[in-house]
């Protein structure tokens, strides 16, 4: 499992970001994970698109999941089956937005892998022959920032970028009825909480993990809130 791993995702994202790294004029590292992370969440946009669509549709379909359970509280099987055809008919499944989230889990474990200790010089001997290798690697970004050590500021930048994320993917939830409000209050509550405790996480996370992986999370944190920014603009546009 763990050669399959070194195979299929740290030797790819590694040999990719030493062959940016490598055709920068400043062969700056930072600007190369940059470069790196947008290039990831381009290839992940066909899976991202279809969450934020989820999740968008989950939020809209809440006032008639209340009914659905208020209407059929007495039969648990009813209330399934009914539940299952809503989502049908709205193309919904929740479960499908957890997709993107899996992919990118052993995505930022190779970041972690490649800066931990994949920019040390004895790891440049897992690049691919076809590529350049670089004598050294200046694990610096702007001259400021060692990638490879962990950087508070930075963990602190992507736990804000977090948070600005969440709370705009959370918005503002569509009016529900009367008999549905317990319920709508709940589940209010609960994403209030992952708003919040998720910056928390970042930070907590962020504090010991190396700066370049850090780098990457900002990165691609900002690239999904402008994900999100126009794709719901784009939603609410649509007649």
């Given at each position: 499992?763990?050669?399959?791993?070194?195979?299929?995702?740290?030797?790819?994202?590694?040999?990719?970001?030493?062959?940016?790294?490598?055709?920068?004029?400043?062969?700056?590292m930072g600007i190369a994970i940059i470069l790196l992370t947008i290039l990831v969440r381009l290839m992940l946009w066909p899976l991202t698109k279809k969450q934020i669509a989820i999740q968008k549709a989950?939020?809209?379909?809440?006032?008639?999941?209340?009914?659905?359970?208020?209407?059929?509280?007495?039969?648990?099987?009813?209330?399934?089956?009914?539940?299952?055809?809503?989502?049908?008919?709205?193309?919904?499944?929740?479960?499908?937005?957890?997709?993107?989230?899996?992919?990118?889990?052993?995505?930022?474990?190779?970041?972690?892998?490649?800066?931990?200790?994949?920019?040390?010089?004895?790891?440049l001997?897992?690049?691919?022959?076809?590529i350049s290798k670089p004598d050294v690697i200046n694990t610096q970004f702007i001259t400021l920032i060692d990638l490879t050590k962990p950087f508070i500021p930075l963990a602190i930048l992507a736990a804000i970028a977090q948070f600005w994320q969440a709370k705009m993917m959370v918005g503002?939830?569509?009016?529900?009825?009367?008999?549905g409000a317990k319920d709508e209050a709940f589940q209010a509550a609960l994403n209030n909480q992952m708003v919040y405790m998720m910056p928390i996480l970042t930070v907590f996370i962020g504090w010991k993990l190396p700066a370049g992986v850090m780098l990457y999370w900002l990165t691609g944190t900002i690239m999904m809130g402008v994900q999100q920014i126009a794709q719901l603009k784009k939603s609410n546009s649509t007649p």
């Open positions: 499992m763990l050669e399959l791993f070194h195979t299929l995702f740290y030797l790819p994202l590694f040999n990719l970001l030493i062959f940016l790294y490598t055709i920068l004029p400043m062969q700056d989950m939020k809209e379909l809440q006032p008639k999941l209340n009914e659905i359970k208020e209407k059929y509280k007495d039969d648990k099987i009813k209330q399934g089956e009914e539940t299952m055809r809503l989502y049908k008919e709205n193309n919904a499944n929740p479960a499908s937005s957890c997709l993107p989230l899996l992919i990118q889990l052993p995505i930022l474990l190779a970041m972690y892998q490649a800066f931990g200790k994949g920019l040390q010089a004895d790891a001997i897992d690049v691919y022959s076809f503002a939830r569509p009016l529900t009825s009367k008999d």
